[in-house]
């Protein structure tokens, strides 16, 4: 005898209750990711190896990528997938930051156990894109050993021109707020008058730059020219979106 309408209902509604529960946990849920401490990271490139400036290590939207951030030492960063191109992708969460992005395998230190994975690939594909980061970009997409191009500082009298390590505040780049300065009270190109522009974000509150003392991170826009230290003409920025890989 078939079942009847009643009976059928009885016996397929633990299953389809069971199947929707699944079907809304999290895709990370089951997932575990492995577990580090972050220690002081060396330089991706151009010059693999050597001791970043500043403390911490720099967070990148890809391996040997673009400046989104940085963590320091002593921070948690749990892993997604496995290293490429001598750096890991995952979750940075510390003082300032909590993001998923690329840090160079130098920043990896000691194994802590297992977390939750909560950086999907899905996310670390969409980042990878530069136009997904900022905009105004000091070179055409692809450049390579490319550190932006130098300009002087415009500090003066009420500026709060010191350079600050995060802007970020997730992986969705829409928007920002400065965090974590380099320096209590020194300004950004403290020695030379200058630091290189890399790009700007895109809700335009802040300029990526590389500072000679501090390295890698955010300053106001109006704390520099936008003009190109060695030709006195207005930075030259590009919108082209990288290549496939």
């Given at each position: 005898?078939?079942?009847?309408?009643?009976?059928?209902?009885?016996?397929?509604?633990?299953?389809?209750?069971?199947?929707?529960?699944?079907?809304?946990?999290?895709?990370?849920?089951?997932?575990?990711?492995t577990a580090y401490t972050v220690?002081?990271?060396?330089i991706p490139s151009p010059n693999e190896g050597k001791d970043e400036l500043g403390a911490g290590a720099r967070i990148a939207n890809r391996p040997f990528g673009y400046y989104i951030g940085r963590v320091m030492s002593g921070s948690d960063f749990i892993q997604s997938g496995t290293a490429q191109k001598n750096h890991a992708y995952g979750r940075l969460?510390?003082?300032?930051?909590?993001?998923?992005?690329w840090i160079h395998l130098s920043a990896r230190g000691g194994h802590t156990g297992s977390r939750p994975d909560s950086c999907s690939?899905?996310?670390?594909?969409?980042?990878?894109?530069?136009?997904?980061?900022?905009?105004?970009?000091?070179?055409?997409?692809?450049?390579k050993k490319h550190s932006g191009v130098?300009?002087?500082?415009?500090?003066?009298q009420g500026k709060d021109c010191r350079l600050y390590y995060n802007y970020f505040s997730g992986t969705k780049f829409t928007h920002g707020a400065f965090r974590d300065p380099a320096h209590a009270d020194e300004q950004i190109g403290r020695r030379s008058g200058e630091v290189n522009y890399r790009f700007r974000t895109l809700d335009g509150g802040a300029l990526v730059v590389l500072d000679g003392d501090y390295g890698w991170g955010f300053v106001r826009?109006?704390?520099?020219?936008?003009?190109?230290?060695?030709?006195?003409?207005?930075?030259?920025t590009f919108n082209d979106p990288d290549r496939e890989r």
């Open positions: 005898m078939r079942p009847t309408g009643s009976r059928m209902l009885r016996r397929t509604a633990p299953a389809v209750v069971a199947s929707v529960a699944l079907a809304l946990l999290p895709a990370f849920a089951a997932v575990a990711g220690e002081d990271g060396a969460r510390g003082s300032g930051v909590n993001m998923c992005g690939m899905a996310t670390a594909r969409a980042i990878w894109q530069r136009t997904r980061i900022g905009t105004g970009f000091s070179a055409p997409a692809g450049t130098p300009t002087r500082v415009a500090t003066g826009p109006e704390c520099v020219t936008m003009l190109d230290a060695r030709t006195g003409r207005p930075i030259a």
